[in-house]
């Protein structure tokens, strides 16, 4: 079935450096995507989302891009912060009123 | 402000006990609400989702089920626990007819231990 996924389950950065997270989705109907953040025992925050009329979208430190030829959507965290360390979510709208989210990738910013 | 409050933060129940857990959302009217679970280390899996009180889609079989007494609360329940139900509940709310436009709000999530 339709699915979104990430590349990469685990990115180690140092603390200054700019992160890349990858996602991949197979929906070409999805028209509507989100980044998420989560920290441990928490839920997932909202970071930055764009539609599939955009390719790029900024936002404080983070950028999300979306190459729709390739069904690919990024997110860049420019300069990372140890408080960044967590686990990121990509999501998809495919179907109406839900989202369809992926594995999760986690960010260990290394001091 | 919106505000989506969930409770309790953690759970141990036996098998075989019942279980209710509650969410509430502030500061809208007649929002889209979810119930997700979360696997250790895995992604997230749609549970229920309600457009209005009274109206439950659920996604999955299972032995929980879900229902919307008013229009900004939201309970996820079970009969019978079974040790498989162990996870961490989060439930969700976006803006009436906005799950296309705009994100799920999560609130913090409930950490079920079923032993």
């Known amino acids: 079935g339709e699915s979104v996924g990430l590349h990469l389950p685990t990115l180690s950065v140092q603390e200054g450096d700019n992160s890349i997270i990858n996602c991949a989705y197979s929906?070409?109907?999805?028209?509507?995507f989100i980044w998420y953040k989560q920290e441990s025992g928490k839920g997932p925050q909202f970071i930055i989302d764009?539609?599939?009329?955009?390719d790029k979208r900024q936002g404080q430190r983070v950028t999300v891009l979306l190459n729709k030829t390739v069904k690919h959507l990024s997110l860049q965290i420019a300069a990372t912060q140890p408080g960044d360390s967590a686990v990121y979510f990509c999501a998809e709208n495919n179907a109406g009123n839900m989202l369809t989210f992926g594995g999760g990738t986690r960010l260990m910013v290394k001091p | 402000s919106q505000t989506i409050h969930q409770w309790p933060a953690t759970l141990v129940q036996p098998v075989g006990s019942p279980l209710s857990l509650e969410c509430t959302v502030e500061?809208?009217?007649?929002?889209?609400l979810y119930w997700y679970r979360q696997a250790a280390g895995r992604g997230l899996q749609l549970l229920f989702y309600?457009?209005?009180?009274?109206?439950i889609s659920s996604e999955v079989p299972q032995n929980l089920s879900a229902s919307r007494p008013q229009d900004r609360q939201f309970i996820l329940s079970s009969k019978k626990l079974l040790l498989s139900d162990s996870g961490f509940y989060l439930c969700?709310?976006?803006?009436?007819?906005?799950?296309?436009?705009?994100?799920?709000?999560f609130g913090n999530g409930t950490r079920l231990t079923v032993t």
């Open positions: 500061g809208t009217s007649n929002p889209n």
């Open positions: 969700a709310w976006c803006r009436a007819g906005g799950a296309p436009n705009s994100p799920l709000h």
């Open positions: 929906n070409s109907a999805s028209d509507y």
């Open positions: 764009i539609r599939s009329n955009m």
């Open positions: 309600s457009v209005g009180i009274g109206q």
